[in-house]
Each structure stands twice: as structure tokens, then as C-alpha cells.
């Protein structure tokens, strides 16, 4: 997902938004900030699903903690990156924040119940990651031989674009998934 919404930013957002007073200036400007937003969406992810194992062994305190710190980080990176990155900084420092959030309750955890299969994790998620990435080849090599103006494109042509965008992306995860023998 955040591969794919890296890459099919511009026409997503064209196809979601751009009607009336919503140009292609603002498409750009936004496509911008869900590029950053998406640098941290498998953190959000992964907080949904470490976030309640705290909470079933009985323990609310490190997921309350682990926000805390998060937040207090957030607002801090917030002032640093806003100046330079404008609007950017501030979808980044946000996914940063997720991440640290995910990764303090990983590692609370692994240090919690016992050691996770840390090698076995780090091989699953490289094989992801190539996956997505040559996924995300592919997508790019589709949007530069199927060019939409997403200025002056109708919104059929982008729907369409969006369609195919997502088609594609998906058999070609799935296909380079089912190569690579990716279990989950």
C-alpha cells in the first residue's frame, strides 16, 4: 500500500479531488503530503495489531507510554521539519512518530514475552519490501506509457487510470509474491 499510493499519488488524488476550485496545483501540493503521510502507513499498521497484546496481557501502561512518547516526539519534529519541509514536514514527522511508536512496543514486547524470530521477520519483510518495490516498478512503468493529463483529464480517463493502477499493482504483488514464496 504505501508503495502504491507513493507512486499513484498525482492520479489518486486527481481522481479523488480535483473537481471545482480543487486544481491541479493543489493535486500536486497533496499528493505531496500522502507521499510522506504513506512512509509510515505499515507502522500505523503495525501499532493496530501490537497496540492490543499490551492491552490483552493486561498491561495499558506501555501503549499509553509509548503514545506519550510518541506525541511529545511528534510535536518536536513537527517544529523542526515545518520551516523547511512546510506541509511536508509535518506528514513526515508524523509517520516518523509512528514509527517509533511501533518500534518501542516491538521491542517492549520482544522484551516482554521472549525473543521474537528475528531473522525469520527480517526475511519475510525484505521479500515484502522487494516485492513492493518491483510492484512499484512496474506501476511506474504503466503511468509512463499510459500518460493521463491529470489537469485536463476527464474524470471517466482517470477513473480508468485508477482502475488499471490498482489491477496491475495488485496480480503483480500477488504474481511476485507467489514467486518469491512470501507465507503471509
Do not use: C, W
Request: overall charge positive.
Amino acid at each position: 500500500s504505501t508503495i502504491f499510493l507513493a507512486v499513484g499519488a498525482k492520479p489518486i488524488i486527481s481522481l479523488l479531488y480535483q473537481h471545482g476550485k480543487f486544481i491541479f496545483a493543489d493535486t500536486q501540493a497533496t499528493s505531496q503530503a500522502l507521499l510522506f503521510y504513506s512512509i509510515g502507513l505499515f507502522a500505523y499498521a503495525s501499532v493496530r495489531v501490537l497496540a492490543p497484546v499490551f492491552y490483552a496481557l493486561g498491561d495499558a501502561r506501555v501503549p499509553v507510554i509509548s503514545t506519550a512518547v510518541t506525541v511529545v516526539f511528534n510535536i518536536g519534529l513537527n517544529l523542526i521539519l515545518m520551516r523547511p519541509l512546510s506541509f511536508r514536514g509535518l506528514a513526515f514527522a508524523t509517520s516518523f512518530s509512528a514509527i517509533l511508536n511501533m518500534a518501542i512496543l516491538f521491542f517492549t514486547l520482544d522484551k516482554r514475552i521472549g525473543p521474537f524470530d528475528k531473522k525469520d521477520l527480517r526475511n519475510a519483510f525484505l521479500k515484502i519490501l522487494l516485492t513492493s518495490l518491483l510492484m512499484g516498478i512496474l506501476l511506474q512503468l504503466f503511468l509512463f506509457l499510459y500518460p493521463v493529463d491529470l489537469d485536463r483529464g476527464s474524470l471517466i480517463q482517470k477513473t480508468i487510470l485508477v482502475v488499471l493502477m490498482l489491477v496491475i499493482s495488485l496480480l503483480s504483488y500477488l504474481s511476485l509474491a507467489s514467486l518469491f514464496k512470501i507465507k503471509e
